[in-house]
């Protein structure tokens, strides 16, 4: 049985930082890639991120580029996105994805 914990949500101030984790178990987690979205309020789900099943390669949206970083530990079956120079509209809850399993998010809400 596949399950992915993301933690690492909180409340933060415009402008700072948080560093979300995607535990995975059930699954070989080194041969994915691996994915995070988001979902604001009112709004469809979106793509945040992509790496690699190696942790060479990533991709950013164009709304995070710059300010998140993707990255991940296989031997710990955890995945990462560090979060900097938060936005109010980077507020939303975020998921992460392997090979079609979804956990069950963590909220991200940036305010003052």
């Known amino acids: 049985q596949v399950q992915l914990v993301e933690s690492g949500g909180g409340l933060v101030q415009p402008g700072g930082s948080l560093r979300l984790s995607c535990a995975a178990s059930?699954?070989?987690?080194?041969?994915?890639?691996m994915d995070w979205y988001r979902q604001a309020p009112g709004k469809e789900r979106e793509w945040v991120a992509r790496?690699?099943?190696?942790?060479?390669?990533?991709n950013y949206a164009d709304s995070v580029k710059g300010r998140f970083t993707l990255s991940r530990d296989n031997a710990k079956k955890t995945l990462y996105l560090q979060m900097n120079t938060l936005k109010p509209e980077d507020t939303a809850v975020y998921y992460c994805?392997?090979?079609?399993?979804w956990g069950q998010g963590t909220q991200v809400t940036v305010s003052s």
């Open positions: 994805k392997i090979a079609g399993y």
């Open positions: 059930g699954i070989i987690f080194s041969i994915y890639a």
């Open positions: 790496i690699s099943s190696g942790g060479s390669s990533t």
